[in-house]
């Protein structure tokens, strides 16, 4: 761990050396030059069990949507409800978690998150009526609106600047990890153990939340949010527990700007036009991404593409996705945010306009276009947990998170329970084409508005003058 608080002008490195002299004549060492400790390992450790158990939650109802219609006798649009339940509840979890985070800090909601998934996923094991799992699902979508909020401003706060980016961006990579083991367990406990195993699979989301409550244990108060509400006492206990005893507030490099600032006055301030973009680009992204997921093999039936290559490619487009997250998150650092998110909407956006074209393309293709999309939408999908924490200051961080996730998960609520009346009244190609002109209106804001952040700090990237 660095005891280093201190830089001299002359300097050239922006990572403190162990063992440096402190002279107070010097430029204060900002946290956000700091190197990497094992702090930060842990609580990027817990942020990222915490999105894999997201991943989990949001794609398991995939799995196990047939054999639970079949034991419940669901008729489709109940399938349709259930599956849209989930982003119902991150809708009002978005706002919810955004007013927790703000009013209480960032700890306590940290916990409440899987606490509340830990119960719900159990109480799905006896779950007996569509209604009391759309109500469960409703609950474990508040929590995950609760874990975007503040589990992503906890790790951005403590996070120095060279890592912010790459780190935020893995929280998206295990997200999909998470959507990748749920389509991998389920399928092999429904071969191994037969359709009604659906309620042990419902249930197993309460493992990954056992697991994230054990590792928090012990989890800091940011600093930050302290500061911005007068704590200054117990910023700085935070502050040398975590960074050493030659670290003070000066180190800090925000406390001049605190102020108290509300969502409003952000607004009227300037910030309404990246709020805007945040909104906007973030539903874009996630819309078609979560409207096709979640029926994957409805859609390889309705484009012809059945039997081994259907239950392969479905695993196969859910790797892809993790994949294209994990090349994102690598170049995030190297190409910049701008250019990521602009070639990221160009790309997949092209792979579904292709399978608007030709619906009736052979299975290899229809694989190919699949993967395209899935491939190239990860550099969107890093960039909603990145974009939305570097653009906002402290006071409305994480209100800005939460409304950014909640009119996303609304739409893609919407959108994911109007997929099978799509597909039954305007067909599969016409399906395709509007998730590619949803795609393409994301490549558009982004055009106009994508700000560049790569290189600035924390406070930097939230200034309206950065």
Same mark, same amino acid.
């Given at each position: 761990?660095?005891?280093?608080?201190?830089r001299?002008?002359?300097?050239?490195?922006?990572?403190?050396?162990?063992?440096?002299?402190m002279?107070?004549?010097?430029?204060?060492?900002?946290?956000?030059?700091?190197?990497?400790?094992?702090?930060?390992?842990?609580?990027?450790?817990?942020?990222?069990?915490?999105?894999?158990?997201?991943?989990?939650?949001?794609?398991v109802?995939?799995?196990? =949507?047939?054999p639970?219609s079949?034991a419940?006798?669901l008729?489709?649009?109940?399938?349709?409800?259930?599956?849209?339940?989930?982003?119902?509840?991150?809708?009002?979890?978005?706002?919810?978690g955004?007013?927790?985070?703000?009013?209480?800090?960032?700890?306590?909601?940290?916990?409440?998150?899987?606490?509340?998934?830990?119960?719900?996923?159990?109480?799905?094991?006896?779950?007996?009526?569509?209604?009391?799992?759309?109500v469960?699902?409703?609950?474990?979508?508040?929590?995950?609106?609760?874990?975007?909020?503040?589990?992503?401003?906890l790790?951005?706060?403590?996070?120095?600047?060279?890592?912010?980016?790459?780190?935020?961006?893995?929280?998206t990579?295990?997200?999909f990890?998470?959507?990748?083991?749920?389509?991998?367990?389920?399928?092999v406990?429904?071969?191994?153990?037969?359709?009604?195993?659906?309620?042990?699979?419902?249930?197993?989301?309460?493992?990954?939340?056992a =697991?994230?409550?054990?590792?928090?244990?012990?989890?800091?108060?940011?600093?930050?949010?302290?500061?911005?509400?007068?704590?200054?006492?117990?910023?700085?206990?935070?502050?040398?527990?975590?960074?050493g005893?030659?670290?003070?507030?000066?180190?800090?490099?925000?406390?001049?700007?605190?102020?108290?600032?509300?969502?409003?006055?952000a607004?009227?301030?300037?910030?309404?036009?990246?709020?805007?973009?945040?909104i906007?680009?973030?539903?874009c992204?996630?819309?078609?991404?979560?409207?096709?997921?979640?029926?994957?093999?409805?859609?390889?039936?309705?484009?012809?593409?059945?039997?081994?290559?259907?239950?392969?490619?479905?695993?196969?487009?859910?790797?892809?996705?993790?994949?294209?997250?994990?090349?994102?998150?690598?170049?995030?650092?190297?190409?910049?945010r701008?250019t990521l998110i602009?070639?990221?909407?160009?790309?997949?956006?092209?792979?579904?306009?292709?399978?608007?074209?030709?619906?009736?393309?052979?299975?290899?293709?229809?694989?190919?276009?699949?993967?395209?999309?899935?491939?190239?939408?990860?550099?969107?999908?890093?960039?909603?947990?990145?974009?939305?924490?570097?653009?906002?200051? =402290?006071?409305?961080?994480?209100?800005?998170?939460?409304v950014?996730?909640?009119?996303?998960?609304?739409?893609?609520?919407?959108?994911?329970?109007?997929?099978?009346?799509?597909?039954?009244?305007?067909?599969?190609g016409?399906?395709?084409?509007?998730?590619a002109?949803?795609?393409?209106?994301?490549?558009?804001?982004?055009?106009?508005?994508?700000?560049?952040?790569?290189s600035?700090?924390?406070?930097?990237?939230?200034?309206?003058?950065?």
């Open positions: 761990m660095s005891h280093l608080p201190i001299s002008n002359a300097e050239t490195s922006d990572t403190p050396q162990p063992g440096e002299p002279h107070s004549p010097q430029t204060p060492i900002l946290i956000d030059d700091v190197a990497i400790n094992r702090f930060h390992q842990k609580l990027t450790l817990s942020a990222c069990i915490g999105w894999t158990m997201v991943g989990y939650i949001v794609s109802i995939g799995v196990a =949507t047939i639970i079949t419940l006798g008729s489709g649009n109940e399938q349709g409800m259930v599956a849209a339940m989930e982003l119902l509840g991150v809708f009002f979890g978005g706002f919810v955004g007013w927790l985070t703000g009013r209480f800090g960032r700890r306590k909601p940290y916990f409440m998150g899987p606490s509340i998934i830990l119960l719900v996923s159990l109480s799905m094991y006896w779950v007996d009526s569509s209604h009391a799992m759309a469960l699902r409703v609950m474990s979508g508040l929590a995950v609106g609760i874990e975007y909020t503040s589990a992503g401003s790790l951005t706060e403590f996070l120095p600047q060279k890592s912010r980016g790459s780190r935020l961006s893995l929280l990579v295990m997200w990890v998470g959507a990748a083991l749920a389509y991998i367990a389920g399928n406990v429904l071969e191994t153990w037969g359709q009604g195993a659906w309620r042990h699979i419902m249930a197993s989301p309460a493992i990954l939340a =697991t994230m409550l054990l590792l928090r244990l012990g989890a800091p108060e940011s600093p930050r949010w302290l500061l911005s509400k007068g704590r200054r006492d117990e910023a700085e206990r935070v502050i040398r527990k975590i960074y005893p030659a670290f003070s507030l000066r180190n800090i490099g925000e406390e001049a700007s605190m102020r108290k600032m509300t969502f409003l006055n607004i009227r301030a300037g910030y309404g036009k990246r709020i805007f973009f945040v906007v680009f973030w539903a992204a996630v819309v078609p991404m979560f409207a096709l997921y979640a029926f994957v093999p409805r859609l390889f039936a309705a484009l012809h593409l059945t039997g081994a290559m259907a239950s392969y490619g479905s695993m196969a487009i859910t790797l892809l996705l993790a994949l294209g997250c994990m090349i994102a998150t690598w170049l995030i650092n190297f190409i910049g701008r602009i070639n990221s909407f160009l790309w997949s956006g092209l792979g579904l306009l292709g399978l608007g074209l030709f619906p009736n393309a052979p299975g290899w293709l229809v694989l190919a276009l699949f993967g395209l999309y899935a491939l190239f939408i990860g550099g969107a999908q890093v960039l909603e947990i990145v974009y939305p924490n570097e653009l906002f200051p =402290t006071e409305i961080r994480t209100a800005a998170v939460g950014g996730a909640s009119l996303a998960a609304l739409s893609s609520s919407a959108g994911t329970w109007l997929v099978p009346v799509s597909l039954e009244m305007i067909g599969i016409n399906t395709m084409l509007v998730a002109a949803i795609t393409f209106l994301g490549l558009i804001v982004s055009l106009l508005l994508a700000p560049e952040t790569a600035l700090s924390l406070e930097e990237a939230a200034s309206l003058k950065g």
